[in-house]
């Protein structure tokens, strides 16, 4: 009987081991599962995936750019008083010699007119004194002191009659009224600013362009360049270099150089509007590159050379491609030998990859997922 109890206890001691057992290989076996899983899916790395572009093919720039008017003034009286005439709004177009703004010209009349007389008066004097100075009964002096008041007052009157003059304003040129800055009817001073033309006929594209691009690009490489507005993306207007400007912006390490275009007939452009700057160019003339790639796709090997990971479409892979490079360009990073142009290479986070790695494209210009 007490054999019996013992065999019992023991039977039951090696079951409820045998369960333990069989418990953990179940949840190792589940765990190693997951963990195959989450390895599996670290390894595909999402990676920013070009085509590698050939030696010889024409490469277009883009810079973010902002319309000014060529000529851009603001006019003022240069005579005192209170307006009466301003006969232009803002958003208008008017013609060369028309009328924008007027002084009450009460005043100026009456000077012009009380100048004449000064004249007049001055005139006879001179005349009489001639007369005197012919029967000798005036002084050679007194003669000439009359006739130097009777230019005096002529000129007297030429000033009041260009103040008269100056009491209107004119429009320069053909422009667009851009900003009134009085009403009509106030006081204004000499100087004071009554509004701001702009000559639009012809426009002022204005781009901030890399230092790099700036420095490293001849004249002879320039293909294009042209202007392409959010209003009509389909369109491009040619542009002209103007100037550049000689300092570069304190925050972004940009240099301003202004194009010039025409007017569109069919597109009311102002100045204010955004606008984008596309420059096409080709390689240097002495260039000896089979291809192009952006630095952003070099990582430096162990034999001081470098590589670029090139990316299967099918495998979704990558492997090593090693690389000889010229010196870096504004538009990229030479290859001399290596590639030929055309291939699908790696350009962000090429330092993270391993030979075989799958990754996942992130640019449908890669053909990949």
Known sequence: ???????????????????????????????????????????????????????????????????????????????????????????????????????????????????????????????????????????????????????????????????????????????????????????????????????????QVVAGVPEQLLVTVRTEQVVSIDAIFPFAPERRFPLTFRESRGEADAVAQTYEVSFTMQRPAEFNILPGMTAAVSVALRPQADAVASAWIPASALVSGPDQGFFVWLYDPETHGVRKQAVQVGPLAAYGVPVLSGLQGGEQVVSTGANQLQEGMRIRPMDDESGGE
């Not at 206890?9 to 899983?37: H, K, Y």
């Open 1 to 203: 009987m007490r054999r019996s109890a013992i065999t019992r206890v023991r039977a039951a001691i090696f079951g409820s081991l045998a369960f333990a057992l069989w418990a953990g290989i179940l949840l190792l076996g589940g765990c190693g599962n997951r963990t195959d899983e989450v390895v599996a899916e670290q390894s595909v790395r999402p990676a920013k995936v070009i085509r590698v572009e050939a030696a010889g093919v024409v490469t277009a720039h883009e810079f973010v750019a902002r319309v000014e008017a060529a000529q851009s003034i603001d006019v003022s009286f240069e005579v005192d008083g209170v307006l009466a005439e301003l006969p232009v709004l803002e958003g208008q177009t008017i013609e060369r010699g028309q009328l924008i703004a007027a002084l009450n010209p009460t005043d100026f009349r009456l000077a012009v007119r009380e100048a004449e007389l000064q004249v007049e008066l001055a005139r006879q004097d001179w005349q009489r004194k001639r007369r005197l100075l012919a029967r000798r009964g005036i002084a050679a002096s007194l003669v000439e002191d009359a006739r130097s008041m009777h230019e005096l007052q002529q000129v007297r009157l030429a000033q009041r009659r260009e103040s008269l003059a100056k009491s209107r304003i004119t429009a320069p040129f053909d422009a667009y009224v851009a900003h009134r800055y009085v009403d009509n009817f106030v006081q204004v001073d000499t100087k004071d600013k009554v509004m701001r033309l702009n000559d639009l006929h012809e426009l």
